[in-house]
């Protein structure tokens, strides 16, 4: 018989690794949770849950483990997926944005044509911990005329507030620390 999975359990599925990628920064890692049969379907499901019922029109997962997420929680939502990726690694005309990280600087891009006015956006990623690389994000929709209806994370690390960082204020998150 199959073990059945719920929100609740997924924070003993949760790794804590000390140090990594830098001394003082503890990394949250999600690979055992995706090793476990069925965990990424419910997690999925519950991170789309709270967006059954809005009037999103696209979903975008932010490179790397949003891409784990995002397509998932798309097919949930019978929308379409679409990357917010590094640079250099998306093709035609690209808006980018650079930000701040825990432990450094990095940028994100999408492709200009990918949405525009009218479009409202699902953002999605693993965690959200200062809220630098959710917001970069959400200032590329923006840019490109589209809203940022919410976003969706599995983890989030409360005592950064980074969900103070975004403008918008549907954020929902399956599992706090």
Same mark, same amino acid.
């Given at each position: 018989?199959?073990?059945?999975?719920?929100?609740?359990?997924?924070?003993?599925?949760?790794?804590?690794?000390?140090?990594?990628?830098?001394?003082?920064?503890?990394?949250?890692?999600?690979?055992?949770?995706?090793?476990?049969?069925?965990?990424?379907?419910?997690?999925?499901?519950?991170?789309?849950?709270?967006?059954?019922?809005?009037?999103?029109?696209?979903?975008?997962?932010?490179?790397?483990?949003?891409?784990?997420?995002?397509?998932?929680?798309?097919?949930?939502?019978?929308?379409?997926?679409?990357?917010?990726?590094?640079?250099?690694?998306?093709?035609?005309?690209?808006?980018?944005?650079?930000?701040?990280?825990?432990?450094?600087?990095?940028?994100?891009?999408?492709?200009?044509?990918?949405?525009?006015?009218?479009?409202?956006?699902?953002?999605?990623?693993? !965690? =959200?911990?200062?809220?630098?690389? &959710?917001?970069?994000? @959400?200032? $590329?929709? *923006?840019?490109?005329?589209?809203? +940022?209806?919410?976003?969706? !994370? =599995?983890?989030?690390?409360?005592? &950064?507030?980074?969900? @103070?960082? $975004?403008? *918008?204020?549907?954020?929902?998150? +399956?599992?706090?620390?």
């Amino acid at each position: 018989m199959k073990e059945q999975l719920d929100p609740e359990s997924f924070k003993n599925l949760i790794g804590a690794v000390r140090d990594f990628p830098q001394p003082g920064i503890t990394f949250r890692d999600i690979t055992p949770l995706l090793r476990k049969p069925g965990a990424l379907k419910t997690a999925s499901a519950a991170m789309a849950s709270e967006f059954t019922t809005s009037s999103i029109t696209h979903v975008m997962g932010i490179e790397s483990r949003g891409f784990l997420f995002g397509p998932a929680i798309a097919d949930q939502l019978n929308l379409g997926f679409s990357p917010i990726r590094k640079p250099g690694k998306l093709p035609g005309k690209t808006i980018s944005e650079t930000y701040s990280l825990e432990y450094g600087t990095d940028s994100l891009e999408i492709q200009a044509d990918i949405i525009g006015p009218g479009d409202r956006v699902l953002l999605v990623d693993d !965690v =959200l911990a200062t809220g630098g690389t &959710l917001s970069a994000a @959400e200032r $590329l929709v *923006v840019a490109t005329g589209a809203e +940022v209806a919410g976003v969706t !994370v =599995l983890i989030e690390l409360d005592f &950064l507030k980074g969900r @103070e960082q $975004l403008g *918008v204020r549907h954020v929902v998150a +399956v599992i706090h620390y």
